[in-house]
């Protein structure tokens, strides 16, 4: 979407290993987020951030971290990936935060 | 009781055909609603949002809110084989410290056919 890209769009990686995933905005938005989407559960938050530096846990943060260290940029970290993980991962940016979010295009990560 | 309830599914339609999603929400406080649109593969789409009672139309779209019964609808007109997709029921909720976040239904898969 436009003013919000993920990267990468695709990764495999093998259970144990550090990942990050990054989240990049060009709208200047307060408010970042991290969702999963697995089926039968729907999007679920995983970590959101309302400013740089500024972050807090979703409902579904075990085993996840985050950094926005630039309004811009937000990346989430799997310290080491299970196959829980498995998942399609999408970031979401909003102006004010009680409007609706922008959604970045995924990334659709497998842990073998 | 889950915070955003959806019907499963899935809803299959008709072209030119009226199709009703229903959602419900727990939380009495919630002031914002929302609808998304996500077709396969791709990334959730906002397609209509609400906050107050009553209806919105936009187009051959209209969301229904009933903060008394604490449900939203979507209504899609003369449905289209292209409104075929799965729609998200999102609500605001209030955090500690004023951070709203939005918490999302499972969906609801419609298929209209031609």
């Known amino acids: 979407d436009a003013g919000i890209t993920q990267s990468p769009r695709h990764k495999v990686t093998e259970t144990g290993t550090p990942v990050t995933l990054r989240c990049h905005q060009t709208?200047?938005?307060?408010?970042m987020y991290w969702y999963r989407q697995d089926p039968g559960h729907g999007l679920r938050l995983i970590h959101y951030?309302?400013?740089?530096?500024?972050?807090d846990k979703g409902e579904v943060s075990d085993g996840y971290s985050v950094s926005r260290s630039k309004t811009e940029d937000f990346l989430l970290t799997l310290e080491s990936a299970t196959s829980s993980q498995t998942s399609v991962y999408f970031c979401a940016i909003s102006d004010q935060g009680t409007y609706g979010y922008t959604f970045g295009s995924g990334t659709r990560l497998t842990v073998v | 009781q889950k915070e955003v309830e959806q019907n499963s599914g899935p809803l299959s339609v008709p072209e030119g055909a009226i199709a009703s999603l229903n959602c419900t929400y727990s939380d009495r406080g919630s002031q914002s609603f929302f609808w998304y649109r996500q077709y396969s593969g791709k990334s959730p789409e906002l397609i209509m949002s609400?906050?107050?009672?009553g209806d919105k139309e936009d187009g051959r779209f209209t969301a229904q809110l009933n903060k008394a019964s604490q449900y939203v609808s979507l209504l899609i007109r003369d449905s289209q084989p292209s409104d075929s997709a799965t729609y998200l029921c999102?609500?605001?909720?209030?955090?500690?410290?004023?951070?709203?976040?939005?918490?999302f239904g499972k969906g609801m898969k419609l298929t209209v056919n031609p």
């Open positions: 709208e200047n938005h307060r408010y």
């Open positions: 999102a609500v605001i909720r209030a955090s500690q410290g004023g951070s709203e976040k939005l918490v």
């Open positions: 951030s309302y400013g740089v530096k500024d972050t």
């Open positions: 609400i906050y107050s009672n």
